[in-house]
């Protein structure tokens, strides 16, 4: 993901490390995102909970898992579903419609990442439901996240099928690359949390964007001020 290079500023708000700007976009075949608190402003889990007095709770799980605290992501994933147990399925599109917003500059890096030329996948470790219509709403080309069962119009508390997980995510971004015929040094993940980081590590730019301090510290490109374009600083 890195050398050992020490981050300088590239300019306010933004660091890079192991490089020279600026990289030519079109260089690459391959990019992919995290969803929650990176392509959207929120951890979706969260304001679900939110719907049933939970949201404390939840919350502080999340955010140990993204500072990567708790190192078994599937293990946390499960803890927070199970308390998501009766919440009506229309609380999803509550969130959606209500606390859900892209983050700045998410519309102009995936057009940009379009115009030259790159796949464009979605992984998170959050969601289909969301995951689905961020990846339409942004003209992607695929996601992957996971799904919560439904039965009777509730959440049961369960995901369904396997974990979307830090290595899960790496696998989805190396398949990728390889039904491409691209070497994963042609790709560049972004992401925020700790379990962002074995995508991050497997592809040829790392971008932490808002991210957890463990996760700045090891990404090429470090963005903590301004919106997810401010990538297209330090490419052409």
Known sequence: MSDNASPRAFAPGLLIRGFEPPLQLS???AIAFDMDSTLINIECIDEIADAVGKKAEVAAITEAAMRGEITDFKDSLRRRVALLQGVPAEALQDVYDTRLQ???????LMAAARSAGLRTLLVSGGFT???????????????H???LEIE??????RVLGDIVDGEAKKQHLLALCMRLGCDPRHSIAVGDGANDLPMMGAAGLSVAFHAK?????????AISEGGLDRLLDVLA
């Open 102 to 108: 892209l983050n700045p500059g998410a519309t102009e």
């Open 213 to 221: 301090p463990k996760v700045r510290e090891q990404a090429m490109v």
């Open 129 to 143: 439901f969301f995951a689905d219509r961020v990846r339409e709403r942004l003209g992607m080309h695929e996601a």
């Open 152 to 157: 009777g119009g509730l959440l049961t508390g």
């Open 145 to 147: 996240a996971n799904t």
């Open 27 to 29: 260089s690459f075949r």
